[in-house]
C-alpha cells in the first residue's frame, strides 16, 4: 500500500509510485484503436455531419466545422450505418441519384429515413476527414447474398453488375473497404430478426465466406453478445465462434457505463469491469481456438463503448411525441467532467489490452454519445472529447505496462480498486507518454515514476483535465468550462521523475527520448 507523506508546503498527500521499463511492451498499439462510429441515428448524420443548405457547410453539404473538430482527433476509422439501424437497411437504398432514393421507416429508432445521405457520401466526408470506412451489413433482415453484393459494389473493380453500377453512380474507382462488421448484437432482442447463437454463427461463417470470395484482402468482424451482462454472454461467443472461428478475424465487444446512482467512486470504478470483459471474451476466443486445434488467434473489436445515460428519459419522450419524425435529437447526452474520467479510464484499459483489441470505435462521433456536439450556427467539444484528443494524438506506439503501487479502495460493487490507473506509450517520434488517472474524491497524489530504464530522458509536458465540480459541462453557451490545461510539471529528485495529480484527474505527462533506439 502507498504511504502517506508531507511534502515541504505542508499539505498531506498520498503518494503511489510507477516504473516504467522500455522492455515492458504490451504490444504495438493498433491505430484503429483510435476509430469511431457513426450511425443513422438522432443528429448524427443529418444536422451532424451533413446539413446542406447551412452556411458552415461546403458544396456537398459537408459541415465544414465538424470536419475541423474531427480532423484533430486524427480518427483512422469510423463504423457505418449502424448499430442497431443496420437491422432492417437495405443498403441499395442509399445510392443513386439522391432524390430517387426512397424513403423508408426505420424501425431501430421509429423515425424516417430519407437516405439522402448513403454510402458514397460517407466515404467522401470520411477521405476529407483522413478516416477509412468499417461498413456494418444487415444480418437481421438480409443475410450473405446482400452482403456478397456490396463488397462487389464497393470493392470489385469492374465489369459486373455491381461495380459497374457504383461506376454509374460516380465512382469509377473501388471504394477498397477493407474492414466489415457482420451485422450488429443479434442476440439483442430489440433488433429486427433476432438470432440464436447457432443461427448467426451459421449465417455469418456464411456471409464472411461469400465477401471473401469477393475480395480476399478485407478483414470481417463477428457479432459478440450485445453486453457483458446479458443473459447469452459468453455462450453467445463461444457457439458463433464455434461455427465461424476459422473465416472471421474478430469479435466485437460493446460496452457503455452508467452513474444513475450517482455514485462517482463506484462509477469510476467500473473500468475494472471492462477490464475483465475484455479478458474475458479474449480467454473464450483462445478456447475455441484450442477446441479446433487451430494456429489463427482471433482478436476483438471493441466497436462500441463510452458512457450512456443521461438522455435515456428524455429519448422516450422526443420519440413519444415525434414518431416517424427525421432527425430527432436523441442520445444528446451532455457529458460531465467525471464522465470525462470514466472515459480516460476506459481508453487507458483499451491500451493496457492492445495486445487483443485492435479495433475499437467511440460510439458516437456527433451529436448521439458524442464528443462534439452541433447547432445551426456552430459546434462544440464536449468535456470526453480531450481526452480522446490526448489518446489518439500521444497513443501511437508501443505500449507498456506499467508496475503501479498505489492507494485502492472499495466501492458498492468493486473492492481493492486502484485509485491510480495508468499505461505507457513509446511513441515512434522518440517521446514516453504517460497517461494517468487519479480516481480519488478527495486526495491528490504525489506520482514517483521510476524511468531509469531511458537513459537519455527530458520531461517534455504535463497536460491535466481538472474541475472542482464533478458535474460540470461544456455547453454551446460556455464550451470552455471543462478544459485542459497546463499541469505543475515533473521534477527529477534523487532518481525518480516527481508530478502532482490532483484528486479527480485525467493528466499526460510526456517525455522527450531524443537518444534513445
Given at each position: 500500500m502507498a504511504e502517506q507523506t508531507v511534502l515541504h508546503h505542508g499539505e498531506e498527500l498520498?503518494?503511489?509510485?510507477?516504473?516504467?521499463?522500455?522492455?515492458?511492451?504490451?504490444?504495438?498499439?493498433?491505430?484503429?484503436?483510435f476509430g469511431s462510429f457513426v450511425e443513422h441515428l438522432g443528429r448524427s448524420v443529418y444536422g451532424g455531419i451533413f446539413d446542406p443548405g447551412n452556411t458552415l457547410s461546403d458544396e456537398n453539404g459537408f459541415r465544414l466545422d465538424v470536419i475541423e473538430k474531427v480532423k484533430k482527433l486524427k480518427v483512422p476509422v469510423i463504423r457505418y450505418p449502424g448499430g442497431n439501424f443496420v437491422s432492417g437497411f437495405n443498403w441499395?437504398?442509399?445510392?443513386?441519384?439522391?432524390?430517387?432514393?426512397?424513403?423508408?421507416?426505420?424501425?431501430?429508432?421509429?423515425?424516417?429515413?430519407?437516405?439522402?445521405?448513403?454510402l458514397h457520401e460517407f466515404y467522401t466526408w470520411a477521405q476529407n476527414v483522413g478516416s477509412e470506412v468499417m461498413y456494418a451489413v444487415n444480418m437481421g433482415t438480409r443475410g450473405p447474398d446482400a452482403a456478397r453484393n456490396i463488397v462487389e459494389y464497393a470493392n470489385h473493380p469492374g465489369g459486373t453488375y455491381w461495380s459497374d453500377l457504383r461506376k454509374k453512380n460516380g465512382e469509377e474507382n473501388p471504394l477498397d473497404i477493407k474492414l466489415w462488421c457482420i451485422g450488429n448484437e443479434m442476440d439483442g432482442p430489440w433488433q429486427i430478426c433476432q438470432k440464436t447463437a447457432y443461427e448467426y454463427g451459421r449465417s455469418a461463417n456464411e456471409a464472411a465466406k461469400v465477401m471473401k470470395w469477393v475480395d480476399p484482402s478485407i478483414e470481417v468482424v463477428a457479432c459478440g453478445s450485445s453486453a457483458y451482462d446479458m443473459p447469452t454472454f459468453g455462450a453467445w461467443e463461444m457457439e458463433v465462434l464455434d461455427q465461424c472461428y476459422e473465416i472471421v478475424d474478430y469479435i466485437s465487444l460493446h460496452r457503455y457505463y452508467t452513474n444513475h446512482d450517482n455514485d462517482t467512486a463506484n462509477f469510476l470504478a467500473k473500468s475494472v469491469d471492462m477490464d475483465a470483459y475484455i479478458k474475458t471474451v479474449a480467454s473464450i476466443c483462445d478456447a475455441i481456438g484450442?477446441?479446433?486445434?487451430?494456429?489463427?488467434?482471433?482478436n476483438l473489436s471493441f466497436d462500441e463503448w463510452n458512457v450512456w445515460y443521461h438522455s435515456n428519459e428524455q429519448d422516450k419522450e422526443v420519440i413519444k411525441q415525434n414518431r416517424w419524425g427525421q432527425a430527432l435529437p436523441l442520445l444528446e447526452d451532455v457529458y460531465t467532467f467525471e464522465d470525462a474520467l470514466m472515459v480516460g479510464?476506459?481508453?487507458?484499459?483499451?491500451?493496457?489490452?492492445?495486445?487483443?483489441v485492435k479495433i475499437a470505435c467511440l460510439a458516437q462521433l456527433v451529436n448521439v454519445i458524442a464528443p462534439i456536439m452541433t447547432s445551426q450556427v456552430g459546434c462544440w467539444a464536449q468535456t470526453i472529447y480531450w481526452l480522446f484528443l490526448h489518446?489518439?494524438?500521444?497513443?501511437?506506439?508501443?505500449?507498456?505496462?506499467?508496475?503501479?503501487?498505489?492507494?485502492?479502495?472499495?466501492?458498492?460493487?468493486?473492492?481493492?480498486?486502484?485509485?491510480?490507473?495508468?499505461?505507457?506509450?513509446?511513441?515512434?517520434?522518440?517521446t514516453l507518454t504517460l497517461f494517468v488517472v487519479n480516481k480519488s474524491l478527495t486526495e491528490n497524489l504525489l506520482l514517483s515514476c521510476d524511468l531509469r530504464a531511458f537513459q537519455s530522458i527530458a520531461f517534455k509536458e504535463?497536460?491535466?483535465?481538472?474541475?472542482?465540480?464533478?458535474?460540470?459541462?461544456?455547453?454551446?453557451?460556455?464550451p470552455n468550462t471543462v478544459v485542459t490545461e497546463a499541469g505543475g510539471g515533473c521534477q527529477l529528485e534523487s532518481g525518480y521523475w516527481k508530478v502532482q495529480l490532483p484528486a479527480l484527474s485525467w493528466n499526460v505527462v510526456r517525455f522527450s527520448l531524443k537518444e534513445e533506439n
Amino acid at each position: 500500500m502507498a504511504e502517506q507523506t508531507v511534502l515541504h508546503h505542508g499539505e498531506e498527500l498520498n503518494q503511489a509510485h510507477l516504473i516504467v521499463d522500455k522492455d515492458y511492451v504490451i504490444d504495438r498499439v493498433d491505430e484503429r484503436l483510435f476509430g469511431s462510429f457513426v450511425e443513422h441515428l438522432g443528429r448524427s448524420v443529418y444536422g451532424g455531419i451533413f446539413d446542406p443548405g447551412n452556411t458552415l457547410s461546403d458544396e456537398n453539404g459537408f459541415r465544414l466545422d465538424v470536419i475541423e473538430k474531427v480532423k484533430k482527433l486524427k480518427v483512422p476509422v469510423i463504423r457505418y450505418p449502424g448499430g442497431n439501424f443496420v437491422s432492417g437497411f437495405n443498403w441499395e437504398d442509399s445510392i443513386g441519384p439522391p432524390e430517387e432514393r426512397p424513403n423508408r421507416l426505420d424501425l431501430a429508432w421509429m423515425t424516417t429515413e430519407t437516405n439522402e445521405f448513403g454510402l458514397h457520401e460517407f466515404y467522401t466526408w470520411a477521405q476529407n476527414v483522413g478516416s477509412e470506412v468499417m461498413y456494418a451489413v444487415n444480418m437481421g433482415t438480409r443475410g450473405p447474398d446482400a452482403a456478397r453484393n456490396i463488397v462487389e459494389y464497393a470493392n470489385h473493380p469492374g465489369g459486373t453488375y455491381w461495380s459497374d453500377l457504383r461506376k454509374k453512380n460516380g465512382e469509377e474507382n473501388p471504394l477498397d473497404i477493407k474492414l466489415w462488421c457482420i451485422g450488429n448484437e443479434m442476440d439483442g432482442p430489440w433488433q429486427i430478426c433476432q438470432k440464436t447463437a447457432y443461427e448467426y454463427g451459421r449465417s455469418a461463417n456464411e456471409a464472411a465466406k461469400v465477401m471473401k470470395w469477393v475480395d480476399p484482402s478485407i478483414e470481417v468482424v463477428a457479432c459478440g453478445s450485445s453486453a457483458y451482462d446479458m443473459p447469452t454472454f459468453g455462450a453467445w461467443e463461444m457457439e458463433v465462434l464455434d461455427q465461424c472461428y476459422e473465416i472471421v478475424d474478430y469479435i466485437s465487444l460493446h460496452r457503455y457505463y452508467t452513474n444513475h446512482d450517482n455514485d462517482t467512486a463506484n462509477f469510476l470504478a467500473k473500468s475494472v469491469d471492462m477490464d475483465a470483459y475484455i479478458k474475458t471474451v479474449a480467454s473464450i476466443c483462445d478456447a475455441i481456438g484450442d477446441k479446433k486445434h487451430s494456429k489463427k488467434k482471433i482478436n476483438l473489436s471493441f466497436d462500441e463503448w463510452n458512457v450512456w445515460y443521461h438522455s435515456n428519459e428524455q429519448d422516450k419522450e422526443v420519440i413519444k411525441q415525434n414518431r416517424w419524425g427525421q432527425a430527432l435529437p436523441l442520445l444528446e447526452d451532455v457529458y460531465t467532467f467525471e464522465d470525462a474520467l470514466m472515459v480516460g479510464s476506459m481508453l487507458i484499459t483499451l491500451l493496457r489490452n492492445c495486445d487483443r483489441v485492435k479495433i475499437a470505435c467511440l460510439a458516437q462521433l456527433v451529436n448521439v454519445i458524442a464528443p462534439i456536439m452541433t447547432s445551426q450556427v456552430g459546434c462544440w467539444a464536449q468535456t470526453i472529447y480531450w481526452l480522446f484528443l490526448h489518446a489518439s494524438q500521444y497513443g501511437r506506439g508501443r505500449a507498456l505496462q506499467p508496475i503501479i503501487d498505489a492507494p485502492r479502495y472499495d466501492s458498492k460493487d468493486f473492492t481493492d480498486v486502484p485509485v491510480l490507473d495508468a499505461v505507457a506509450v513509446l511513441g515512434d517520434d522518440d517521446t514516453l507518454t504517460l497517461f494517468v488517472v487519479n480516481k480519488s474524491l478527495t486526495e491528490n497524489l504525489l506520482l514517483s515514476c521510476d524511468l531509469r530504464a531511458f537513459q537519455s530522458i527530458a520531461f517534455k509536458e504535463h497536460i491535466v483535465l481538472h474541475h472542482e465540480d464533478v458535474k460540470a459541462v461544456n455547453t454551446e453557451e460556455h464550451p470552455n468550462t471543462v478544459v485542459t490545461e497546463a499541469g505543475g510539471g515533473c521534477q527529477l529528485e534523487s532518481g525518480y521523475w516527481k508530478v502532482q495529480l490532483p484528486a479527480l484527474s485525467w493528466n499526460v505527462v510526456r517525455f522527450s527520448l531524443k537518444e534513445e533506439n
